[in-house]
Each structure stands twice: as structure tokens, then as C-alpha cells.
């Protein structure tokens, strides 16, 4: 992973306004979406969003900057007192350490196993007399350093996939493609870890796949939490006169009474239509949008004529 300024193409002393400017305008060129051809766009979207989550977040980027974590936000082992030895993070967020052996190595002519018993005695070995069966802080192989392999992939997924889930095909920087299962209720943002699925090194175990989801933008659903918003196109006579009205929902459409003389800008619940997330399901919240019809309209002009003199109103009074 490269370093996230660079990614993104900031200063080091870049603003937080200037990092998330830069960030979105990257992601939005960069979108798989935006670039269906290229089938090194969906790693390049992926390492663009790695970026902006470190140095888009003020804790993360101090964090990164102290170089406390490196580029995707693993620690970083800071050696021993005095000592330089390189180390990955382990299970339970303490650290594994795989050093090389071998004849002649190591400080001295000696091994690093050797240094080590030096530094803190005979608990590395489990006693003077031997291994006692307790497990050792430390590993050592004779096959080198640990090495990071996993892989990060970006899936768009659309608002439907994301509530009901369903398969999708991922391609990754391998060149590799394979089925995802979507879990229902994912949200953007959201990572999805494959096992074993990442890339592979002899002598190694395989690393994960890292998928992070992100959602395209619907055309007529705007996300609000577990709420979804819509504008309602209504007709003139709709307005004034009222009627029932069509809705779409997530699953089928709904119709909606709609009042007589209601306003544009008027907005309805319909309760339970929203996302289900955490157990609960949101509300869809329609707002009505008066459209008048296209072109001019002779008639309709002429009635408005006769209704403004006979009913004149002012709606912006109270705007001084």
C-alpha cells in the first residue's frame, strides 16, 4: 500500500477540508462504475478509499503521522528497547514476531534465538533443562519475515442488493473473479472479509479477501438513516382536487391519499417503508412536487387570469 498522501495526491500539512476534497473527487473518477472497461479500477477505488480512512480521520492520521500504523492502518512494532527487530500484529492485538535463523546469523555470529534467551533468560525456551511445554512468546523459522497477503477489492452494489442481498462477481487485481454472497442490511462503508481468499506465497498461509461496499446512488430513493425520501411529481388538479396517488416502495408500489389543496413541498410518512437495520425498520417520508405540464396552455392561463382576480393571496407575507 502506498502512502495515503500520496494516494490522494496531498501535502502532508494538507487540511482536513483539502484531504476530503481530494478524496472525493478521486472516488468519483475513479468509481468502478464510472470506469467498467478498466479492470484495475476497482483496486484503484479500493486504495483510494484505504487512504482517506487513515487520513481522513484526525486520530488515524496523528496515529500514521507518529508512525504508530503504516499505510492500511496496521501497527507498527516500534523493536525492542534499543533494538530494531520488525514484527505484525497478532491475535488479541499483541504482536508475533518470525525472525530468520540460521548459522552465522544474527549479531555476534550468534542467532537471534540466542539473543534473545541473552535478553530475557530462559522463558523463551520454557527452563534451563529444556522446553517445559509452555508456549513461547516468540516463533522462529528459518523462512524469513511475515508477509501481508491480503487483498482489497470495492463492490457497488444497488440499494435493493444492499437491503435483500443476493450474489455478485468481483474481479480482482489478480485478475481472479469470483462469487460474493451479499448478507441483506449491508450499509457502504462496510467491509466483507473473505478467508483465504486473498494472495498466496509459498511457505505461507493464504491471505483475505477484503471487500468494501459502497452503494449507488438511486434515482428517485434518498437514504436518511433507516428512512428513505422521495419526491412525489403531482399533477395541478391533483393538488387542488385530491386523489389517490401511486408510490413506489423498496417492494411494491403503495397508493397515498393525497388531500385536497395540498401544497408542493408537502410531506407524507409511510410507516415501515424504509431500511431495516439493527431490528427495526424505517419510514419512507414522500414529499409532494407540483409539475405543471409542458409548453404553454392557453386554457390553464386564461382560468389562473380569472382565479388571481377573483382570489388574490400572497404565500411570502410573512418574509417581510
Known sequence: MRDPYEVLGVQRSASAATIKSAY??????????????????????????????IIGDEDKRKQFDRGEIDAEGKPRFQGFPGGGAGGRAGPGGGFEYSFRGGPGGGMGGGSFEDILN?????????????????????????????????LSVAMTVSLEESV?????????????????????????????????????????????LLITISITPHPFFKVDGNDLRIDLPVTLYEAVLGGKVRVPTLGSAVELSIPKNTSSG???????????????????????RIILPDGNDAELEALMQTWRERNPYNPRSDLG
Do not use: C, W
Open 24 to 53: 472525493r473527487k478521486l472516488a468519483k473518477k475513479h468509481h468502478p462504475d464510472n470506469n467498467k472497461n478498466d479492470p484495475k479500477a476497482a483496486a484503484r477505488f479500493a486504495e483510494i478509499n484505504t487512504a482517506n480512512e
Open 266 to 288: 408537502r410531506t407524507f410518512r409511510l410507516k415501515g417503508k424504509g431500511l431495516p437495520k439493527a431490528g427495526a425498520v424505517g419510514d419512507l417520508y414522500v414529499t409532494t
Open 164 to 208: 435483500r442481498g443476493g450474489d455478485k462477481r468481483v474481479r480482482l487485481p489478480t485478475g481472479r473473479e469470483l462469487n460474493v454472497k451479499i448478507p441483506p442490511g449491508v450499509t457502504a462503508g462496510q467491509q466483507i472479509r473473505l478467508k483465504g481468499q486473498g494472495d498466496t506465497a509459498q511457505g505461507h498461509p493464504p491471505g483475505d
Open 118 to 150: 541473552s535478553m530475557f533468560g530462559n522463558a523463551a525456551r520454557g527452563g534451563a533443562g529444556g522446553r517445559t511445554g509452555r508456549a513461547s512468546p516468540f516463533e522462529f523459522d528459518g523462512g524469513g519475515v511475515g508477509v501481508d497477503l491480503d
